[in-house]
């Protein structure tokens, strides 16, 4: 199957080739020329394993022996057998994603990935190692350190924003295990690690480095399409529980940053499977809110540090691709994000802002509105979310609100709240005191939620990556490595 980039301008390539190279070379993102042919109604009688199988193929077709693939990526990984449970709390279904080996929801994405790169790598014959490159606002890294640990013929660089990410998060980072990986902290933001990781890529694209670079971030392909199996199971969940008749529309609340998420679930869409509105859930860094509610993208404000760190974002890169799914017109996607890069903000035509409101809805939720729910949430159904889950909670209930829209919502839970134990100890009216180990302990003690066992284990494990560094010496940090 061919894939083309967004941007137009380079040549096409077969899936295997769109995952291997993860970033189009004129700066677009992959995505397959035409939408595979696809029976939705047959992927949802599957188990959550064949489903995946089912979809992987589908748009990878050109990465052989796929069943197996899945199956070394999730078979024993997972808390859960079917990976992703769907449990119905206080009226609306809670699709939980973080029940994988690092507790945040990108383990269904990152525990794939390094299975369909090596893949990948070997239907195309490729002979030089990769080094992975990412920059993370808390999750990704963690996750695919995960995934790439040991894994041969790979290695992995992780950059983190210094301060920029809870003490659990940072605690899982730092004494992550595995020869061939590296993790290192960036005097700066999120933004400003994703920034000088982007600079890396381009300052190699002339050097002949003795291996090929390529990104865990939501850029590759191999890295979305993972995604869009948890919507057609979180249906299949609805139905075999009997909360929804087949074929009946249902809502997804989407905590989002980098729009990747929700770009699973549009997929999923097209794909065939009953989805009615997408909801783009935002915290205070509330950029696609206004993008949605008004057609004008801006990253032209202050990046707010927020108990939601992943979703800190300005620039969501996946929106490039929503752009192009939806005009079809790769000239556009490219001078649209020519102007965001040279001006700092675009406009899309009243035509496409239509459609796009046709499918997605948008709200946010500060902090305190996000404890506000936590709290709620917990006292009123005995379930305890994470501070990006709240987010979710909170813009389904405005939505339902102001809409009327009764059709079932699910909401993703896209983190334990184990992994941001003081916010969440801090919503539910707890003191915080002591390091984040006390923290889990108490919100433990208190709620009689239990630990997830990685997140519990990290207390024996010592700090292993102990580099700071400034964000102008990321490209030294990697020619080194
Ligand atoms: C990454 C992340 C998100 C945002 O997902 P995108 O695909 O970047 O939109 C939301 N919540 C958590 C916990 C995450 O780790």
Redesign the pocket.
């Known amino acids: 199957m061919q894939y083309h980039s967004t941007r137009g301008q380079s040549p096409e390539v077969d899936s295997a080739q769109a995952v291997l190279t993860g970033l189009a070379p004129d700066g677009g993102l992959y995505l397959p020329c035409a939408l595979p042919a696809f029976s939705w109604r047959s992927c949802i009688q599957k188990n959550t394993l064949d489903m995946a199988q089912m979809i992987l193929s589908a748009f990878l077709p050109d990465i052989p022996d796929m069943q197996t693939l899945v199956e070394k990526a999730y078979v024993g990984k997972f808390e859960t057998e079917d990976l992703t449970p769907t449990v119905s709390v206080g009226g609306f279904h809670v699709l939980e994603l ?1 029940r994988g080996p690092t507790s ?3 383990d269904v994405a990152l525990s794939m990935l390094p299975q369909l790169l090596t893949a990948a790598k070997a239907a195309k014959n490729e002979k030089k190692d990769i080094l992975i490159l990412t920059a993370t ?4 890294g963690k ?1 695919a350190l995960e995934g790439f640990k040991d894994v041969d013929g790979i290695r992995i660089c992780v950059f983190y924003p210094h301060g920029g990410v809870s003490d659990v998060q940072r605690r899982q980072m730092v004494s992550q295990e595995g020869e061939n990986v590296t993790v290192c902290a960036v005097r700066g933001n999120f933004d400003d690690a994703q920034t000088g990781v982007k600079e890396i890529f381009a300052a190699c694209r002339e050097k002949d480095l003795p291996v090929n670079l390529s990104s865990a971030n ?1 850029i590759n392909i191999g890295r979305l399409v993972p ?1 869009i199996t948890y919507y057609f199971k979180a249906y299949r969940d609805l139905l075999d529980a009997g909360r929804i008749q087949m074929g009946e529309e249902v809502n997804f609340s ?11 679930g549009y997929l999923a869409k097209k794909l065939g499977l009953p989805v009615g509105k997408l909801i783009c859930a935002s915290n205070a860094n509330n950029v696609l809110t206004d993008f949605i509610r008004t057609g004008t993208y801006d990253r032209r404000r202050v990046l707010h540090k927020t108990d ?1 760190p ?2 800190d ?1 300005l620039v ?1 890169s ?1 929106l490039e691709r929503l752009l192009y799914l939806m005009s079809g017109d790769t000239a556009l996607v490219a001078r649209l994000m020519n102007e965001l890069n040279t001006q700092g903000y675009y406009q899309v035509p009243q035509q496409l802002l239509t459609e796009i409101q046709e499918q997605f809805w948008a709200g946010w939720c500060d902090d305190a509105k996000g404890a506000e729910t936590i709290a709620k949430v917990w006292r009123e159904n005995g379930y305890l979310c ?1 501070t ?2 709240a987010s979710g909670w909170a813009v389904a209930q405005d939505y339902v609100n102001r809409t009327g829209d009764m059709r079932p919502m699910v909401v993703l839970s ?2 334990s709240p184990y ?1 941001f134990p003081a916010a969440v100890l801090n919503a539910i009216g707890e003191t915080v005191n002591g390091d984040e180990f006390d923290q889990l302990d108490k919100l433990a003690a208190v709620t009689g939620v239990k630990i997830p066992k990685n997140l519990a284990a990290l207390r024996e494990k010592p700090e292993r990556h102990t580099a700071v560094i400034d964000k102008e010496k990321m490209l030294d940090f990697v020619l080194a490595l």
Request: charged share 15%; glycine share 8%; hydrophobic share 35%.
């Open positions: 973080f945040a929801f990108k606002s808390g999750d990704t996750a939501s995604q989407v905590p989002t940053g980098n729009f990747g998420d929700i770009l699973a939601s992943s979703m974002i969501s996946n994470d990006h889950t896209t983190a992994k």
